[in-house]
C-alpha cells in the first residue's frame, strides 16, 4: 500500500488528502472526503452516476486514480447549491419531476452542468448526447431532458461550480 | 482494486528509467479509460502504473507540420472530435472519435492510448488505417515511426517495444480532397462497443480506401483493387460483390457476446455500402465527382 499525499480542490475548497495509490477519484471522494453525494454503480464508465467536474469537464471519478486529480479543481453535486439554495439545473429537476429513486441523479446534474458550461442552448438532441453516459433505471429520461432544455431557458447565476443562492421552491 | 505504486515521471528519460527498472511489472496510464477497468477486474496486475501525463515532453494537442498533422499522446478524443482541422481534412477521424464512449470517456480517453489498447473493436482504428497513420514511438535508443498497420498485431498486443512510450500519432498530409466517413453498428443507439466499426475514404480520382474492425482479432484495412466502388455508373450489386472480396480477412469471433459472426458480417456488407455511399456524397458536397 502505498500513501501519497494530493492536493486538490474540491467545490472551491483547497483539499490536501492521503490516497493510496490504487484508489479511484470516487474512492477519495467518498471515503476520504466523505462527500457521499457521487454515487459508485457500475465501476467500468457506463452508467455515470459517479460523474464529476475536473478542471471544467465530466468525468467518471471510478475512472480515475485519486493520484491523477493532484491539483486539479473538482466539483460535485455537494457543490452545485448555494449556501440556501438550489442551483438552476437541481431547481428544473424538482419542477419537472426528473428525479425518481434518485440514484442517479447527482451524475445527471454533474452531466448537465458540463453540457450548459458548453452549449449554452442545446438542442434535445444535444441534451440526449450530452447525457448519453447516465443511465437512469427508473427510465426517467423524458423528464430529465425536460429539465436539462428548461434550465437552459434560466439565467445562469454563476459560474457552474458554485452559484450563489436562490430560495428553494 | 488490487495495490500497485503509482509513478508520474516528468520527463520521458524517468519514464525510460522506470519501464527499464519494473519490465513488464508497470503499465503506462494515459486516459485511464481501458487500464481502471482492468486493473480492477485483475485482467492485469502491474506492481507500478506509470502515468504518462506528467511527461514533459507530451502534450495534448494537435499540430500542423510539413509531415502532417500531429496529434500529442495526451490529446483526448473531445478535443480531436472537436478539431476544425481533423473534422475538415480527416472527417472519419473526427466521426470516430465523436462515437467513443460518452461524454465522460471522451473527455478523458486518448488516441495514443486507444492505438495502444489495441482493441479489435476500436472505433478510431479503421479511420487511422485509412489515413496512413504512423504512431511515433520514443525509446532510450531514440525516436521511430510505426505505420498504423504494422502497429496492430491482435487484442491487446502491438509492435510497440517493451520500455518505449508512444508520444504522437501523425496524420500525413492530405494530397488532395477526398470524402470520408466512419460508421459503425451497436446493438442500441449511444453508447456501446461496435459489433462491426468501419471507414472509408474516397479521393476525387475515385481511389477508395476502406478499413475495418470488430470483426477479426485486429482492425484491418482492405487490400486490392477498389476503384469500382467510386464509380457512379458500377451497380451497387456489383459493388457488393467487390466489397466481398475486399472482407475476405474478416473472421469474427464466434464467442463473442456482442453478435454472432454471420451478424457481423451481414453488417459488415451493409455498411461497406453505406459507408461508400456517404463518403462519395461527402467528396460531392465539396464539388468534387469522383
Known amino acids: 500500500m502505498t500513501a501519497i499525499r494530493i492536493e486538490l480542490t474540491v467545490n472551491g475548497r483547497p483539499r490536501s488528502v492521503p490516497v493510496e495509490a490504487h484508489h479511484t477519484l470516487l474512492e477519495a471522494l467518498r471515503d476520504d472526503l466523505g462527500l457521499t453525494g457521487t454515487k459508485e454503480c457500475c465501476l467500468v464508465g457506463e452508467c455515470g452516476a459517479c460523474t464529476v467536474i475536473v478542471d471544467g469537464v465530466s468525468v467518471d471519478s471510478c475512472l480515475m486514480l485519486a493520484a491523477e486529480a493532484d491539483g486539479a479543481a473538482i466539483t460535485t453535486v455537494e457543490g452545485l447549491a448555494g449556501t440556501d439554495g438550489v442551483d438552476r439545473v437541481q431547481r428544473a429537476f424538482l419542477a419537472t419531476g426528473a428525479a425518481q429513486c434518485g440514484f442517479c441523479i447527482p451524475g445527471q446534474l454533474m452531466s448537465a452542468r458540463a453540457l450548459l458550461a458548453i452549449t449554452a442552448h442545446p438542442t434535445k438532441a444535444e441534451v440526449e448526447e450530452g447525457l448519453a453516459g447516465n443511465l437512469c433505471r427508473c427510465a426517467g429520461y423524458e423528464q430529465i431532458i425536460e429539465a436539462v432544455l428548461l434550465a437552459a431557458d434560466e439565467p445562469d447565476a454563476g459560474d457552474g461550480t458554485s452559484e450563489p443562492a436562490e430560495p428553494a421552491p | ?290
Not at chain 2, 498497420?149 to 512510450?165: I, M, N, Y
Request: aromatic share 4%; hydrophobic share 45%.
Open chain 2, 1 to 290: 482494486m488490487r495495490a500497485f505504486a503509482y509513478e508520474r515521471p516528468a520527463d520521458l528519460a524517468g519514464a525510460f528509467a522506470l519501464l527499464a527498472e519494473h519490465g513488464p511489472d508497470a503499465r503506462l496510464l494515459a486516459g485511464g479509460t481501458d487500464l481502471i477497468i482492468r486493473l480492477r477486474d485483475g485482467s492485469i496486475r502491474p506492481r507500478l502504473v506509470v502515468d504518462v501525463k506528467r511527461i514533459g515532453e507530451l502534450d495534448d494537442g494537435i499540430r500542423d507540420t510539413s509531415d502532417g498533422l500531429i496529434i500529442g499522446a495526451r490529446t483526448t478524443m473531445t478535443a480531436i472530435a472537436a478539431d476544425e482541422r481533423i473534422r475538415r481534412d480527416y472527417t472519419a477521424l473526427a466521426d470516430a472519435a465523436a462515437v467513443v464512449g460518452a461524454v465522460q470517456i471522451r473527455n478523458r480517453a486518448t488516441l495514443a492510448g486507444n492505438v495502444c489498447n489495441a482493441s479489435p473493436a476500436a472505433d478510431t482504428a479503421p479511420a487511422l488505417l485509412v489515413y496512413d497513420a504512423r504512431v511515433v514511438a520514443a525509446g532510450p535508443a531514440g525516436e521511430r515511426r510505426i505505420p498504423i498497420d504494422a502497429f496492430f498485431v491482435r487484442s491487446g498486443v502491438t509492435t510497440l517495444a517493451p520500455g518505449e512510450v508512444v508520444t504522437a500519432i501523425e496524420l500525413p498530409v492530405p494530397t488532395g480532397r477526398r470524402g470520408a466517413v466512419h460508421v459503425r453498428r451497436t446493438r442500441r443507439r449511444g453508447h456501446d462497443l461496435a459489433a462491426v466499426t468501419l471507414a472509408c475514404s474516397i479521393d476525387a480520382a475515385g481511389v477508395t480506401r476502406l478499413a475495418y474492425g470488430s470483426v477479426g482479432p485486429r482492425p484491418v484495412l482492405a487490400w486490392g483493387d477498389t476503384s469500382l466502388l467510386a464509380d457512379r455508373s458500377a451497380s451497387d450489386h456489383a459493388k457488393a460483390e467487390l466489397l466481398e472480396r475486399l472482407f475476405t480477412d474478416a473472421r469474427p469471433s464466434p464467442t463473442s457476446m456482442r453478435a454472432s459472426p454471420d451478424y457481423r458480417l451481414a453488417m459488415l456488407r451493409v455498411l461497406g455500402l453505406r459507408a461508400v455511399r456517404a463518403a462519395i456524397d461527402r467528396l460531392q458536397a465539396q464539388g468534387v465527382r469522383p
